[in-house]
């Protein structure tokens, strides 16, 4: 059913693309500072809000896109529920369509997978002023593009996040977190022995020298895991700050001089070290490397593709050039025509992702 808000909102769009005025969709903008600089009329997002359906015993929740994201999970921890992708928020702003739209997971990424990877259907208000509805509250196979997944990350290019339908698991029954002591080349050939383990693993956490890791599940498990690995247990509301401290980028390694671009480095598990100058943070086993320096970007984006990985300059430098990975010609050409499809005259957030689109 289409709504008041709904209705106002196409006119709006179909005024905007009739006279090409470029509209920059904006929740809370608690993530302004990812992607590229925001461009064009604000088009704010959050009157849109709301929890339309959340049936715990099917682990599914269907949310309009202004929700809250903090009152979302508010809901969803009453019945013992959470976002096993573990958003981050980076203010209590945050919506639900900027985290859809952000694509953004915290430490439990590598363990639990990404936010696309519990997309279950979406509700669009395209460039053309029309309400589209893709997927549903199942997971099942379609013909062509996943477009419920294609949102997430698209950082607002393609449409208005109206609706999400989303699936939830419940909370692990225990949790501990151990601390070790290993260098850089050490953590990564420890992490990558753990990994081909039937361990409880949800995430790890490296910097100076010190690795954190969490364990996760039933109780027996991660008992017995904790036993097996040694370290030194933290306790639990230690455990509580550092992980909050990494998912929302408020822990001291975090921090940046002015001049200082913090580069977000996706590499294969078991690539070698980096070997660039700057802090580094390194998660998901080994698959995330954060980099703070004040180098050339060009040289952190050589080094990434050497490994096999790609760079993004996450936070501060340059927000107005190459914030991603410079796309293929081929990606380019998807791009352009999922652009054209979706947003016609190109109003939607126009830059954000790559100057073309």
Partial sequence: ??????????????????????LCLRGGGTKDFYGRAPAGEVFDLRPNSGVVAHEPTE????????TPLGELEAVLAEKGQYLAFEPPHFGAEA??????????????????????DFMLGVRLLDGRGEVLKFGGQVMKNVAGYDVSRLVAGSLGTLGIVLEVSLKVLPRPVAEATLRFQFDEADMLRTLNAWGAQ????????????????????????VRAAAAKLGGEALDAAAANALWAGAREQTAAPFALGAEEVLW???????????????????????????LANTGDGARVRARAAELGGHATAFRNGDRSGEVFQP?????ATIHRRLKQSFDPAGIFNPGRLYPEF
């Fill in 198 to 221: 039937p361990l409880p693993v949800s995430a790890s956490l490296w910097h100076g020298d010190t690795l954190h890791l969490r364990l996760s599940g039933a109780e027996a498990a």
């Fill in 95 to 116: 919506t639900v369509a900027g985290c859809v739209a952000a694509g953004l997971a915290g430490p439990r990424r590598s363990s639990m997978g990404a936010v696309r």
């Fill in 1 to 22: 059913m289409t709504t008041t808000i709904e209705k106002d909102w196409a006119e709006r769009v179909r005024a905007a693309a009739a006279a090409k005025t470029p």
């Fill in 327 to 331: 796309l293929s010609a081929a990606l």
């Fill in 59 to 66: 682990l599914v929740v269907t949310v309009r896109g202004g």
């Fill in 264 to 290: 977000r480095v996706s590499l294969p598990s078991t690539a070698p070290a980096l070997g660039l100058p700057g802090r580094q943070v390194v998660e998901w086993g080994g698959a995330l490397r954060w």
